[in-house]
């Protein structure tokens, strides 16, 4: 079954009610302005959107290797020999029940796991990772726990991203703004893709600048970078102009740069697949042993389409930049502990989209954007009581848009460590998400006044605060465009070729 065909099919319709706009777009982007509060999340996803997944040739099948698919025999070797003398290409899993009580690593670019279908071709995974490669660590508060309680999946793609640093950004830019002064554009050429990196400094500027003045207790805040990739447009003596505006502003005291915007591992995915574990009862928030089905890591540019995962800890902890998860099934019959059968279930990473999911069964975390987390499209999705978990440490201008949130009644229930800032960062932005219950605003300490919340399901009254608070209280089923992606995307896509100006 073709998942992300069936979802999209039913997301992206309206009951023909009154249409109107929200104030920060229009109708086709014409309220919009970069560097305003609305981001442009038009370049997340595979290659910035641009292209279609691709249907990559298949060279050979596990059974090629060993593989049998009986649900008795132990495939896992069969599995690891087809990735390892496979060069490029998609690997065929045929229609069978394969038992893997190994990590598969997917660690070098276009290699692609595909399936019959998600429903036909099954890995069984009856042992969890923390047994397979022992990773023992302890919460914020001490409480000893699993690293992959948040991390790491039976199939994991893991790559290193190119982080060698090519020029240095030798003047400030404010966040909207294209053209960056550079110390020297030897070697860069129009077309490439580079990542501009700033790095917190000291005093916790930069993530105070992230939390819009309203960062919350960072007491225990890690050092990290801010980052986004983009593609070169034009170059100008020592200045160069990005195809994309900069997401973030840059500024001296951050160290500043353009760095390599690649990865060790692109191109690579998982597709049309089933993952299936022992059904046995849920223990409960930070018992997890490791039942989780996909990671990814260090990539770029990869993809996971048409999975089904049953019975999981957590479903598919998905990092790394330009990566599309499309097409997701997450069910359990596992026996539930308070209501939940699982940690997370859905996870994205930066300048990545997630789309056409259903999530038949309860997480702590139903979809969770965790630290540092940028850029991101979580749209045409839906739960039976969707958490949209932000879980501190700097989840900054990520779009969640038009979902079905069921309940809704734990929508902004959130997880992370203490004194790790407030959960979700500058511009969150949550545009038409229905429910079966009204939504209130979330409490003070979720985020900043600058996240925007256009078109939710509910009874709150509008509050249009230009400097402060964006609550548009449209009632879903009359917000255009339905999905803000999909129309910033066209957008932008019309007007791609009109020609640069220096400024």
């Known amino acids: 079954m073709n998942y992300s065909l069936m979802f999209s099919a039913s997301f992206l319709a309206n009951d023909g009610s009154a249409q109107h706009v929200s104030e920060l777009w229009g109708q086709t982007g014409e309220a919009w302005v970069p560097g305003g509060r609305l981001p442009d999340f038009s370049f997340a996803g595979y290659h910035f959107g641009e292209d279609p997944l691709p249907e990559v040739e298949v060279v050979c099948s596990v059974k090629d290797f060993g593989a049998v698919g009986d649900g008795v025999h132990d495939d896992t070797q069969a599995f690891k020999d087809a990735i390892a003398q496979t060069e490029s290409g998609a690997i065929f899993v045929p229609p069978g029940r394969y038992v893997i009580t190994d990590i598969l690593w997917i660690r070098k670019p276009n290699i692609v796991l595909r399936g019959a279908s998600a429903e036909q071709s099954v890995l069984y995974c009856p042992t969890p ?15 000893p726990t699993s690293n992959y309680s948040w991390s790491g999946g039976i199939v994991w793609i893991k790559g290193k991203y190119d982080d060698a640093v090519i020029t240095l950004i030798t003047a400030s830019a404010q966040r909207g703004d294209a053209w960056l002064d550079v110390a020297s554009t030897d070697g860069l050429r129009v077309g490439e893709v580079v990542k501009v990196s700033a790095h917190a400094d000291a005093e916790n500027t930069l993530v105070d600048y992230l939390y819009s003045g309203d960062a919350g207790d960072v ?10 990739r983009a593609r070169i447009k034009a170059i100008d003596g020592q200045r160069v102009e990005l195809e994309r505006s900069l997401s973030f502003d840059v500024r001296p005291e951050w160290n500043p740069s353009l760095k390599g915007g690649g990865s060790s591992v692109y191109e690579s995915g998982v597709e049309e697949l089933g993952f299936e574990f022992p059904n046995i009862p849920y223990e409960g928030h930070f018992t997890e042993p490791g039942y989780n089905a996909l990671a990814i890591n260090g990539a770029v540019n990869c993809w996971v389409r048409n999975v089904r ?8 902890f998905g990092g790394g930049y330009n990566c599309t998860f499309d097409g997701v099934l997450v069910e359990s019959e596992r026996e539930t502990h308070k209501g939940k059968t699982g940690h997370h279930g859905l996870q994205v990473g930066r300048d990545s989209v997630l789309e056409n999911f259903d999530i038949r069964t309860e997480f702590i975390h139903d979809v969770t954007v965790d630290g540092f987390a940028s850029g991101n499209v979580i749209k045409n999705g839906r739960a039976l009581d969707m958490s949209l978990d932000h879980h501190r440490r700097v989840p900054y201008q990520n779009l969640f848009s038009n979902l079905d949130c069921g309940e809704a009644s734990n929508i902004w229930r959130c997880g992370g460590g203490q004194s790790l800032g407030k959960n979700c960062a500058a511009r969150g932005t949550f545009w038409r ?5 009204n939504i209130a605003p979330p409490p003070s300490d979720f985020g900043p006044p600058s996240m925007n919340f256009v078109g939710l399901t509910t009874d709150s ?4 605060e230009h400097d402060g608070i964006w609550w548009e209280a ?3 089923e009359e917000l255009t465009p339905i999905e803000l992606h999909a129309a910033q995307l066209a957008r932008r896509l019309a007007t791609k070729h009109q020609p640069s100006i220096a400024k």
Do not use: C, H, W, Y
């Open 129 to 143: 990772l923390e047994t397979i490669l022992p990773d023992m660590s302890q919460t914020t508060t001490g409480r």
């Open 219 to 228: 007491a225990k805040m890690p050092t990290f970078r801010a980052g986004m």
């Open 309 to 316: 995962i049953f019975n999981s800890d957590s479903g598919i």
């Open 433 to 437: 998400l229905q429910a079966k219950n």
């Open 461 to 464: 009254p509008s509050v249009l």
């Open 474 to 476: 449209i009632p879903p």
